[in-house]
């Protein structure tokens, strides 16, 4: 049996190789690379990698050091995964520029997913290097164009949109305007100073999903693109707590880290309401 096109849990995985007694392998490609290049060995005991390259491409890691992914990184070598080989496609039809975009100098073809390699030749997924990242269901969602839209709410001064590969939806990460929730605290009786408080509270937070489900549905964004749950926090986003750049670009893995905590627990509760 072979699972492929999203990540699988390895405990999922193991369950069905006692289920079904039969080798269970992952296997992992893109359309660019006509389908797999990668598969798990059957006989392989160790779950939650996609293998080892097969004999059509060849395989090697970028440095990504905006992300702090490095070859050199112990103990195993980080990086964007690039790829050489027959099946590696040729170009985008009549995009000359995504064409070029796609291929390093060298020819190698950038596939955008950072992996940790193992002594064994196989690979772990743990990152994506673009601004994408892809839901249980297979389906690729951009954070930077939900955030984008969601800046257009009069109760957003920034926002984090996270998925995890292995769950079914997103979560987010929203900094209020001040402005705005001291306006509706006095609208709805809520002590306008007590900011801690407001930030904890279920009906600001009702408040904003609601304007974001119907900014999002505005925007035609899908059910899978507008958050499942969010966390409210008063602590913008800074070059002090190292989640923006110095040019005040977001730096997502950052804060999908300073949040973990957060983000691990909203997915717990959908757990909990069958999300």
């Not at 690979?123 to 164009?145: C, H, M, T, W």
């Not at 402005?179 to 279920?202: Q, Y």
């Amino acid at each position: 049996m072979v699972s492929a096109s999203a990540p699988i849990d390895r405990q999922v995985l193991d369950f069905f190789k006692v289920c079904f007694c039969c080798p269970v392998v992952e296997g992992y490609g893109l359309t660019e690379t006509s389908g797999g290049s990668s598969l798990s060995w059957p006989e392989d005991p160790i779950s939650g990698h996609v293998g080892g390259p097969l004999p059509c491409v060849k395989w090697r890691l970028k440095d990504v050091p905006e992300m702090q992914y490095m070859t050199s990184d112990k103990p195993y070598p980080r990086g964007e995964l690039q790829m050489k080989g027959s099946t590696i496609f040729k170009g985008y039809f009549k995009r000359q520029d995504k064409t070029d975009e796609a291929f390093d100098a060298e020819g190698w073809f950038c596939t955008g997913d950072v992996v940790a390699a193992y002594p064994n030749g196989t690979v772990r997924i743990i990152d994506r290097s673009k601004n994408i990242f892809k839901l249980s269901q297979g389906e690729y969602i951009a954070p930077e164009k939900v955030e984008n839209i969601f800046a257009l709410s009069k109760f957003v001064e920034q926002s984090l949109v996270y998925g995890d590969s292995l769950k079914n939806c997103c979560v987010g990460i929203i900094v209020p305007n001040p402005a705005t929730v001291k306006a509706w605290a006095a609208e709805n009786g809520k002590n306008v100073d007590d900011w801690a408080a407001l930030m904890k509270s279920p009906e600001l937070k009702k408040a904003i999903m609601d304007e974001l489900d119907q900014i999002g549905k505005a925007n035609k964004l899908s059910s899978l693109e507008r958050p499942r749950d969010i966390y409210v926090t008063a602590e913008a986003f800074s070059v002090e707590n190292d989640i923006l750049t110095p040019t005040f670009k977001l730096k997502r893995n950052k804060g999908r880290d300073a949040y973990k905590q957060q983000i691990d627990a909203m997915y717990a509760d959908l757990a909990k309401r069958g999300f």
